[in-house]
């Protein structure tokens, strides 16, 4: 019997991606969540400001400096912050997409309309994307107005092109824990299970996963180091390892496109120390270059999440 | 065959070595009310479920209007509306807001929405309520937006999924008039339920099922004679008069049974209610009831599964 399915999967994407996206943004939890946001985001942002007050150095990549510098009464920069705060807000808007509609009963009235089941999830996917980036380009006009207010001078193109590039890089990561909490909202019934497994997830990967890579490494690389290509074989391993953290990825290609004179994110070879003069920074295109792997990594990981949630999604019961 | 809105044959439906549904047939005719009936679990909503491609089906075919659900399912479930067991809404839009995503969903013209969503409230009565959440509502209320939406939808095969449980009696009547104003404007209703009085009153066929299977289809009365025994029952209650005796010799009478003091059940292949009254008040008895008793489903269903478990 052909199984082939008749009309295209993206049948009522739009009306499913609008609703999501209003339904996020007139809600009591995204509000708490902007909130959650700010608070977080406030603190890094104005010390790193007035630490910044007082540096007179026209040529250092002054706006990219509010980003990333770690100030003494806070300890953390709003990059850190943000590596931290984002999973969380992604995971507040997506632990419940598909089980509440489950758990009110509107799942089978609205699989009985014409769309398939692929519209619902992709549009609930986007719409939770959407607003993400919206959030995330609100804090990002935000730092960058107060950067701008507070020390008087305007930023640079290359600078301007280095935030956008990091506020798409933030979305992607976003995208991946939106994934990871809609896929857990597919696999449970229960909103609170869905919630907390994700939230496990995120514990897991930003405390437990440092130390387990640490303990991998140590059992799994050789026993005597006799070589150079040894040591550096043993550092690319825990590398790698580390990098399996999407948490990992976001810091490396923020840390490529916010710190212009990182030349590489893995040990330092002394083929790439030819020629080079410490500290200057590189040009935009070759920043990009750097943490591309780490951008398509983070890509990657969204869709490999997202089909898996789709594959469990296509096969659930719709009856209670 | 061309009035037959929906067809099924053979369908099948397997959760591991169970046979939820075994390998039934139905037809569904345009414009008439049809009954699925039968304990839970007895495969009713999955039946549903198949006719509308929410779920796979195991083997057989499925037909509606035109269609199928396995490879058409958005031809389908365009034409197609459902009221599912419990609907549900979202509780923090109104009325109207919910019915707008419906209406997108569908892809109805923007200039028609308005219209179409208030016509469809006015005939379910809820327009007095169109801008207020829908967490507000009572039960009987979702239930009869659910009807609102499956009139905007201007569906033409309507499936109801035990519309009526859990509704007070005066919101069951209700509901059961609106499913009579489907069909009045032309729509196809298969409505499944365990209520057997209240689906008596609105179907015009339907189907027993058990265990998976389709024990029993018909009209009411096909039933009846089939599980009860064809026949005319009657009531009577009359006093001061052997009843059993009197009635001895009436041409057509087959059995005569009291069933309480001055209270007897007698079956007859044809009407014989003017002889019995006849000869009661002849033989000096007071007759004080005589009642033609129509058959009921529930008796039909309660003596259907009494015989299969006993078969069993």
Redo the contacts between chains.
């Keep these: 019997m052909p199984r082939s399915r008749e009309g295209s999967p993206f049948t009522g994407l739009g009306p499913v991606f609008l609703k999501e996206f209003a339904d996020h943004l007139s809600s009591a939890r995204m509000m708490v969540l902007m909130l959650f946001v700010i608070v977080f985001g406030a603190f890094p942002v104005a010390t790193s400001l007035q630490t910044l007050r007082t540096v007179v150095d026209p040529n250092s990549f002054i706006f990219l400096r509010i980003f990333t510098l770690e100030s003494e009464q806070v300890g953390i920069s709003f990059t850190a912050a943000l590596n931290f705060i984002i999973p969380l807000m992604a995971i507040g808007l997506g632990f419940d997409a598909v089980n509440s509609e489950f758990n009110r009963r509107t799942l089978s009235r609205v699989l009985s309309q014409p769309i398939y089941r692929d519209a619902l999830l992709l549009g609930k996917f986007l719409g939770g994307l959407a607003t993400l980036a919206v959030a995330l380009v609100a804090l990002w006009l935000i730092v960058l107005g107060a950067g701008l207010l507070l020390l008087g001078v305007p930023p640079r193109g290359v600078e301007v092109a280095r935030g956008l590039s990091f506020l798409v890089v933030a979305i992607a990561y976003g995208g991946v824990w939106l994934a990871i909490a809609m896929l857990f909202s597919v696999i449970f019934r229960s909103t609170a299970t869905s919630a907390l497994c994700a939230l496990g997830v995120w514990l897991f990967f930003f405390i437990l996963w440092p130390l387990l890579a640490g303990a991998l490494l140590v059992g799994l690389a050789p026993s005597e180091i006799r070589s150079m290509d040894d040591y550096a074989a043993v550092q690319s391993m825990g590398l790698g390892l580390m990098r399996l953290s999407p948490g990992t990825l976001f810091s490396e290609a923020v840390l490529g496109l916010l710190s212009p004179e990182t030349r590489t994110l893995g040990p330092m070879l002394p083929s790439q120390m030819r020629g080079a003069i410490m500290g200057a920074p590189l040009p935009f295109d070759q920043s990009v270059l750097l943490i591309w792997p780490q951008v398509t990594g983070l890509i990657a990981g969204m869709i490999v999440v997202f089909a898996a949630a789709y594959v469990i999604f296509q096969r659930e019961e719709v009856r209670a | 065959m061309a009035d037959n809105v929906i067809e099924v044959r053979g369908l099948l439906k397997l959760y591991g070595a169970q046979r939820a549904v075994n390998a039934i047939d139905l037809d569904i005719r345009r414009g008439e009310i049809f009954g699925l009936l039968g304990p839970n679990g007895a495969g009713k ?2 039946t549903i ?1 198949m006719l ?1 491609g ?2 796979e089906t195991s083997g057989g075919t499925v037909n509606v209007l035109g269609f199928d659900p ?6 389908v ?2 034409r ?13 839009l109104t009325a109207r807001e919910n019915l707008v ?2 209406a ?4 109805i013209p923007r200039r028609q929405i308005d219209g179409r969503i208030l016509e469809a409230l006015k005939s379910v009565k809820l327009d007095d309520v169109i801008d207020k959440r829908v967490s507000t509502f009572s039960r009987g209320m979702r239930q009869r937006l ?1 009807i609102a ?1 499956i009139v905007m939808k201007q569906a033409e095969v309507a499936i109801l999924d035990e519309p009526t449980s859990g509704l007070d009696p005066h919101a069951t009547f209700e509901l059961l008039e609106m499913i009579r104003g489907l069909k009045k404007s032309g729509v196809a209703v298969l409505l499944s339920s365990h209520l057997l009085d209240r689906v008596q009153s609105v179907c015009d066929r339907v189907a027993l099922f058990n265990k998976g299977n389709v024990a029993l289809m018909g009209t009411v009365v096909e039933l009846a004679n089939q599980v009860l025994g064809a026949g005319h029952p009657l009531q009577v209650e009359a006093s001061g008069v052997d009843v059993a005796a009197t009635l001895n010799g009436i041409v057509g009478v087959q059995t005569v049974r009291q069933e309480s003091d001055g209270s007897w059940r007698i079956v007859a292949d044809r009407d014989v209610r003017a002889a019995v009254a006849q000869r009661i008040v002849s033989a000096g008895g007071a007759l004080t009831r005589l009642a033609d008793l129509q058959p009921s489903l529930e008796e039909v269903y309660t003596r259907y599964f009494q015989e299969a478990r006993h078969a069993a």
């Design positions: 909503t999955t479920l509308l929410l779920t396995v490879r058409q399912p958005l031809e479930k365009r197609v509306g459902y009221l599912p067991d419990a609907v549900g809404f979202y509780d923090h995503y419906t997108r969903l569908l892809d659910g939406e």
